[in-house]
């Protein structure tokens, strides 16, 4: 009798530490964003609730002022910046365990046509190989097609779905989004 009740212990005691090790391997989602304005970090919020992720704001070291943002001034700041696109502004703290992470959603505002050269150093920034990443963008303008190119082109061997631009997005259509 003592010899059945030892086994069956040992069994619920392996059964228990393998729902422990399952339950923390449980990949999560992040959506990480730059915003300039407020405009995509508005966005995020809403899609960090709808997808029930974590939220990190991508923060440069140096913030941008008004005058940096000006995109008809060839010397402001984000014209020097998108002029070289191999410049890699330096980004204020980052994402404590990267790893728990499977599916990030990566949000900025369109700058000529691409996103800001701040996500390549997001991108750079960490080893994002097997996970998902999804680009989301907001933009007065622009569409999204060309910027998830870029990415694509740029990060060939990083796993990409398919962007969206979130102007004026619902949050009925955020929450469908997130679910596929």
Same mark, same amino acid.
């Given at each position: 009798?003592?010899?059945?009740?030892?086994?069956?212990?040992?069994?619920?005691?392996?059964?228990?530490?393998?729902?422990?090790?399952?339950?923390?391997?449980?990949?999560?989602?992040?959506?990480?964003?730059? =915003?300039?304005?407020?405009?995509?970090?508005?966005?995020?919020?809403?899609?960090?609730?709808?997808?029930?992720?974590?939220?990190?704001?991508?923060?440069?070291?140096?913030?941008?002022?008004?005058?940096?943002?000006?995109?008809?001034?060839?010397?402001?700041?984000?014209?020097?910046?998108?002029?070289?696109?191999?410049?890699?502004?330096?980004?204020?703290?980052?994402?404590?365990?990267?790893?728990?992470?499977?599916?990030?959603?990566?949000?900025?505002?369109?700058?000529?046509?691409?996103?800001?050269?701040?996500?390549?150093?997001?991108?750079?920034?960490?080893?994002?190989?097997?996970?998902?990443?999804?680009?989301?963008?907001? =933009?007065?303008? =622009?569409?999204?097609?060309?910027?998830?190119?870029?990415?694509?082109?740029?990060?060939?061997?990083?796993?990409?779905?398919?962007?969206?631009?979130?102007?004026?997005?619902?949050?009925?259509?955020?929450?469908?989004?997130?679910?596929?």
């Amino acid at each position: 009798m003592k010899k059945i009740l030892f086994i069956a212990l040992a069994l619920v005691t392996a059964l228990s530490s393998c729902a422990q090790k399952g339950k923390s391997m449980e990949k999560k989602t992040l959506v990480a964003y730059f =915003s300039a304005t407020g405009t995509t970090k508005a966005v995020a919020e809403r899609l960090a609730k709808a997808a029930k992720a974590d939220l990190y704001e991508i923060t440069p070291e140096q913030l941008y002022t008004d005058a940096d943002l000006d995109w008809r001034n060839k010397e402001s700041r984000s014209s020097v910046e998108m002029q070289n696109l191999n410049s890699r502004p330096k980004i204020k703290g980052s994402v404590e365990n990267i790893e728990q992470y499977d599916k990030i959603y990566i949000g900025f505002p369109i700058w000529w046509y691409t996103c800001p050269t701040i996500i390549n150093t997001f991108i750079e920034s960490y080893d994002l190989n097997g996970k998902t990443l999804i680009p989301f963008a907001t =933009s007065g303008s =622009s569409t999204i097609e060309k910027t998830c190119n870029d990415l694509k082109a740029k990060y060939p061997s990083l796993t990409w779905k398919e962007g969206k631009l979130m102007n004026s997005i619902t949050d009925k259509e955020l929450k469908k989004w997130a679910k596929e």
